[in-house]
């Protein structure tokens, strides 16, 4: 961590009134209810597969595969609109159904042609429908294709072995749920993912886990607008927590962005990109409605 963030961090946490040296994450405390039980299985999900998987092996298997377009570069458009994340989301445990049985290469296929800067694609089967074979389809179709387009892993990260499998997949990067997870097990990723040449999406809801996010040095910051222990949306975390970003960070709304209006209440905030799920997933024509949030 460069001297720089390690300054701004630390007035961050004195302007917020708490010990950002001292600060950590307790499972089942800070989390969510729902978020503690998505965890839990989670770490119940993967136990059979964890194993040491160190960085020399990450980069020999980054360097071994094709290399991912840039997720990072994606979310950042020479227009001065909104970059757009597209995901590709059957269920959630807030909206239930959305698009049931849906294909996750014909939705990217969809969303490729709408103009999506960037794709999210959930992987979590037991709370999302996803798998780690979408993923697999989605990045396989894109390289036979011309303007590929870079994928996140959308799940919950907790080990790096998970990483590993992302990158095997064809991931450009992945997700970091600041609030799930200890100091270590963020260092632990964060370091994995950039073994793996991959990108990392700090996801952050309280100003204390921007400063913790920080810490780890991020980059592309994602603010999600869902209070996953009510799951209510509120886009006014993003009018909050935004404007707090240092300059050199990437700005991402999520959640709860439906129209127009919504994006450009966030873009106003300061964000750079936008991730839409359920919005897109159930539009008809993907392509207006990602059209009128880049307009907003």
């Known amino acids: ?53 160190s960085a020399t092996e990450l980069a020999r298997l980054d360097a071994s595969l094709p290399r991912p377009p840039s997720f ?51 992987t979590d089967e037991k709370f999302f429908g996803g798998t780690l074979d979408d993923l697999r389809g989605v990045t396989a179709h894109f390289r036979s294709t011309p303007h590929a387009r ?7 990260f907790v080990h790096p072995v998970q990483v590993l499998q992302a990158r095997a997949a064809g991931a450009s990067a992945i997700l970091i749920i600041v ?63 935004i404007p707090l970003f240092p300059s050199h960070v990437t700005a991402v709304s999520e959640s709860g962005i439906h129209t127009a209006a919504d994006a450009a209440r966030v873009r106003a905030a300061g964000a750079n990109a936008i991730l839409v799920g359920e919005a897109l997933m159930k539009a008809p024509d993907p392509a207006v409605l990602l059209s009128s949030f880049r307009s907003a």
């Open 1 to 53: 961590m460069s001297a720089e963030i390690t300054k701004y961090t630390e007035n961050f946490a004195k302007k917020f009134g708490f010990e950002f040296r001292g600060f950590r994450v307790f499972r089942g405390i800070l989390m969510s209810d729902k978020l503690t039980e998505i965890m839990a299985w989670k770490r119940q999900e993967i136990a059979p597969f964890i194993r040491a998987v």
């Open 72 to 122: 990072a570069t994606a979310l950042q458009r020479g227009d001065g609109t909104l970059a757009v994340i597209s995901e590709i989301k059957r269920r959630s445990p807030s909206a239930g159904d959305i698009k049931a049985g849906a294909s996750s290469v014909d939705q990217a296929i969809r969303y490729q042609a709408a103009g999506a800067d960037a794709l999210s694609v959930l």
């Open 150 to 156: 870079p994928c996140i892993r959308k799940d919950f």
């Open 179 to 241: 609030r799930a997870l200890t100091d270590e097990e963020i260092r632990s990723l964060a370091v994995a993912a950039t073994a793996a040449g991959l990108d990392a999406l700090f996801e952050i809801h309280t100003a204390p886990e921007l400063a913790r996010a920080l810490a780890h040095g991020a980059r592309i910051i994602g603010v999600n607008n869902r209070d996953l222990s009510t799951f209510k949306t509120d886009l006014g975390l993003s009018e909050r927590l």
